[in-house]
């Protein structure tokens, strides 16, 4: 095992020096596609994409995803920060669905992040809000998660719909791979609505999305209830929910990376082929197609009133996650599969006998 390397890392205020233990530990072992990448590689590829990487995290709260002896150990999030966190890196405090607050790190210079490789963190997942007002969310984020069976094409094609919607209610969406098997589409709002407002509006977006392609998209939470079709995953705008922050590694075999690209660009190569190791070429060839993201805030309204038009066709809230408390007007928590008919309501409420 190599001894300890010290990195300098420019800041905004000069140089840090970042102690790298164990540098040549790996993070993710060898494929077919490469050899292995070491925790090296990782400071490397992130001092690399610096720059617009920290668009994506800074003056955000962020929850890291680690990893103990690389991708095939233990995985966890740590939502805390991580002990023995330098001076020189800020804490917001945040609120969780539970009522209960704590500090989130945030990751403000780059060092920050090569620190947090240090501490074997691999994907950066960075809230929605800015650490000024953590109740009010600056972005939109949708999910796209093909269910198995559809391949890659069927995504762009769901993706290029969702654009269409949502350049119709004012916003502006960007576009990038998730370094798995689906994509996500941000768009940058005004941060005046609550979580629970955001979510709502999405969920207008999403039932309009599957209304225009119901062979392709469904809103289903249930996962039998989906069949070969791509979920819009509206509560990935849940307060708490958050989604790999775009030049991000993922914790999958071969160093995948969530990254961004025009609408132009989305098809033509595979998400398998960027990763750790190639997207440093790949960002100095096209440079970052989100470096613009927030020039502009849209207005959430026009798909928010998407969510008011089906409150007056009859449709309701959705599920939320199974961790978050039960909300007015849920759908009952229950598998359909394994509901019993005569233990619920006609409106979805469980009876207690």
Do not use: C
């Not at 164990?22 to 070491?38: H, M, Q």
């Not at 769901?158 to 004012?170: I, N, Y």
């Not at 998209?217 to 849940?238: L, Y």
């Amino acid at each position: 095992m190599a001894t300890a390397q010290m990195l300098t890392v420019p800041g905004p205020d000069g140089d840090r020096e970042v102690r790298l233990s164990s540098p040549d530990k790996t993070v993710w072992p060898a494929t077919n596609a490469g050899e292995a990448i070491t925790k090296a590689d990782l400071a490397a590829y992130l001092m690399a994409v610096g720059e617009p990487l920290l668009r994506a995290l800074k003056d955000r709260p962020v929850t890291l995803q680690r990893v103990r002896d690389g991708i095939e150990g233990e995985v966890f999030y740590s939502k805390n920060p991580p002990k023995g966190v330098p001076e020189w890196v800020r804490t917001t405090m945040v609120t969780y669905p539970s009522g209960r607050s704590h500090p989130q790190l945030v990751v403000d210079e780059l060092a920050a992040a090569v620190w947090a490789a240090q501490m074997g963190t691999v994907t950066f997942h960075p809230w929605p809000v800015r650490s000024g007002d953590n109740d009010h969310p600056d972005e939109i984020r949708i999910d796209l998660d093909p269910q198995p069976g559809l391949g890659f094409a069927d995504i762009v094609e769901v993706a290029r719909g969702l654009r269409e919607v949502m350049t119709e209610v004012g916003l502006t969406p960007f576009v990038k791979t998730t370094g798995s098997r689906g994509v996500h589409v941000f768009a940058a709002i005004e941060p005046r609505l609550e979580f629970l407002e955001v979510r709502h509006a999405v969920i207008g977006i999403a039932r309009e999305l599957e209304r225009r392609m119901p062979e392709l998209v469904t809103t289903a939470w249930w996962k039998e209830e989906r069949g070969q079709r791509i979920f819009v995953d509206f509560n990935q705008a849940t307060r708490d929910r958050t989604l790999a922050a775009a030049w991000s590694p993922r914790v999958r075999p071969g160093g995948p990376v969530s990254v961004p690209m025009t609408w132009e660009q989305l098809g033509e190569i595979g998400p398998d082929e960027l990763t750790v190791r190639t997207v440093p070429d790949w960002l100095a060839e096209h440079g970052d197609a989100w470096e613009h993201l927030h020039d502009e805030a849209g207005t959430i309204d026009g798909a928010y009133a998407l969510w008011e038009a089906d409150l007056e066709r009859g449709l309701g809230e959705l599920n939320f996650p199974p961790d978050h408390p039960k909300m007015p007007g849920e759908p009952p928590r229950v598998q359909p599969s394994k509901k019993v008919a005569e233990h619920w309501d006609e409106q979805g409420n469980r009876i207690d006998r």
